[in-house]
């Protein structure tokens, strides 16, 4: 046989060696997307209400526009989730809701958390049997995920329930039970948590301090409502935003390449119910993809403005509303529109004096630059809200200073090198005297008695008079908005003193009361 026949025939045996390992690896991704499907159930969408928020239109021919996406967690002790949660709650109450709006460019995202006690207006919803309810107010929220009684839930129902409330559309729903939640925690290796102290009730028991948490522990964490702060769900969510920032870390510490993204499918999918637009793992994936380019810094957490009414949550106006508002228009919580072109924009509205606008975008310098706040009066919680101001116009390096009670006004100090980014500051604080201080490190802003909030205490539970239209003897929250009106950046009270950012230590503002 000649040297160049054997050549031949060596080249078509690799030649059908590679054909056989190419459709080998394509089978098997093939085998692995058909079991993902499979592991997926979806909720009929003939329970979505046919009257419903219009959808955004693209600011130009081909631009993208914002997504908003409902998250769901279901307490539901059916499927095995008894093993994880103990005791028999029958059908499952959506106990946790986040409404995540991810923004036209792609690039910022914020989680809206719904207080379950919430007293809405639940909207007309379809039964198992094919018939519709009739609309009800003053329901509590997490009930409309049991309307009809059916074992996996209402979704349906709860997405009708937030159109409602809001006025945005949702794109999807997803719901997930404590099966789901212990096996993404598990997925990703753990995720870093806080326990801001022991807890051994109600069959759950945590350790203090910061960890890594998985599988049960991490199920504990997310449905644990005593041994922290006042008991409550307010302070549950709080702890809830924190878990799902370190899990937006870890995933994103990880990438967004199939081969992390296709094992927390398979973990997700197996205890996951969506809507038919997310029905298949191709198309979780993509969606998946569709936000790697968020960064944590540009994810935002808020709770709804809310206060107490008895042993129920009213939310608090007319900041909730202006809240929804807010992300109808696809604006930031500090009034910026991000316009689908990858940065934030300036509000409508700036001074024409060429004072710096709050609207006016920050460099990345002005970001990164370190500012310091300082509680001048000694009410609790005045430089946390004095940080989250800062925090919501896209400052990121904030450290808070000791106390310095006695201070007559407020003040920001700086170094002349920094006048162009304590300009942007200044803004944000009405009436506060700016003080060239060279030398200094850092800008300095030292609250006085002259702060908007100064003069209430942040973090106490009996704050002002009821909202109107709330029933007589409504105990008000601290969280729903102990100073009514604004913040000195535009930014509603009830919003700002109920804002996380993603990228907060992990150990804060994790109970309430």
């Not at 002790?77 to 709006?101: F, P, Q, W, Y």
């Not at 989680?111 to 049997?129: E, F, Y």
């Amino acid at each position: 046989m000649s040297s160049s026949t054997r050549r031949r025939r060596y080249l078509r045996t690799a030649i059908g060696l590679a054909a056989v390992l190419v459709l080998s690896v394509v089978g098997a991704g093939a085998w692995f997307y058909h079991r993902l499907d499979n592991n997926i159930t979806t909720f009929d969408a003939g329970g979505v209400a046919t009257e419903r928020p219009p959808a955004p239109v693209p600011a130009t021919p081909g631009a993208s526009v914002p997504v908003n996406v409902l998250l769901l967690g279901s307490d539901t002790r059916d499927g095995g989730n008894d093993a994880l949660g103990g005791g028999d709650e029958g059908v499952g109450h959506s106990d946790t809701a986040i409404l995540v709006h991810i923004y036209a460019d792609h690039k910022h995202a914020v989680g809206v958390s719904i207080p379950r006690d919430a007293l809405v207006t639940i909207p007309s919803c379809r039964l198992p049997n094919g018939n519709w309810t009739t609309a009800k107010t003053d329901q509590m929220f997490n009930s409309a995920f049991t309307v009809g009684l059916a074992a996996q839930g209402n979704p349906a129902c709860t997405q009708n329930t937030v159109e409602k409330l809001t006025g945005l559309r949702i794109d999807h729903t997803m719901v997930v039970d404590f099966k789901g939640a212990a096996a993404m925690s598990d997925a990703v290796g753990g995720v870093e948590a806080c326990v801001p102290n022991d807890v051994d009730e109600y069959g759950i028991h945590l350790k203090k301090g910061l960890q890594k948490l998985s599988g049960q522990s991490a199920v504990d964490y997310l449905r644990a409502r005593h041994g922290f702060g006042d008991n409550s769900d307010i302070g549950r969510m709080m702890r809830q935003q924190a878990f799902l920032s370190s899990m937006i870390r870890k995933v994103q510490s990880q990438g967004f390449s199939l081969p992390t993204l296709l094992p927390l499918a398979d973990a997700a999918t197996k205890s996951l119910t969506v809507d038919e637009g997310l029905g298949t793992a191709m198309k979780l994936v993509d969606f998946a993809r569709s936000v790697q380019d968020i960064k944590l810094s540009d994810v935002s957490f808020v709770t709804a403005p809310w206060r107490y009414a008895g042993d129920r949550v009213r939310l608090v106006q007319p900041d909730a509303d202006t809240l929804w508002k807010l992300l109808r228009e696809d604006r930031t919580l500090d009034g910026q529109s991000t316009a689908g072109t990858g940065q934030v924009t300036s509000s409508p509205g700036a001074d024409p004096s060429g004072a710096p606008a709050p609207g006016t975008p920050l460099t990345p310098e002005q970001t990164a630059a370190p500012i310091t706040v300082v509680n001048g009066v000694g009410t609790p919680g005045l430089a946390g809200s004095g940080a989250e101001t800062l925090k919501a116009r896209g400052f990121r390096n904030i450290t808070l200073g000791p106390n310095s009670p006695g201070q007559q006004a407020t003040r920001v100090s700086y170094d002349p090198a920094l006048k162009a980014t304590a300009d942007q500051v200044v803004a944000l604080f009405p009436g506060a005297k700016a003080v060239e201080e060279p030398g200094s490190e850092a800008i300095t802003v030292t609250l006085g008695p002259d702060y908007p909030t100064a003069g209430t205490r942040i973090d106490s539970v009996t704050a002002p008079s009821p909202a109107p239209g709330a029933p007589a003897g409504a105990t008000p929250g601290a969280a729903a908005g102990a100073n009514p009106g604004a913040t000195p950046g535009g930014i509603p009270t009830g919003i700002a003193e109920n804002t996380r950012n993603a990228d907060t230590d992990p150990c804060a503002k994790l109970s309430f009361g």
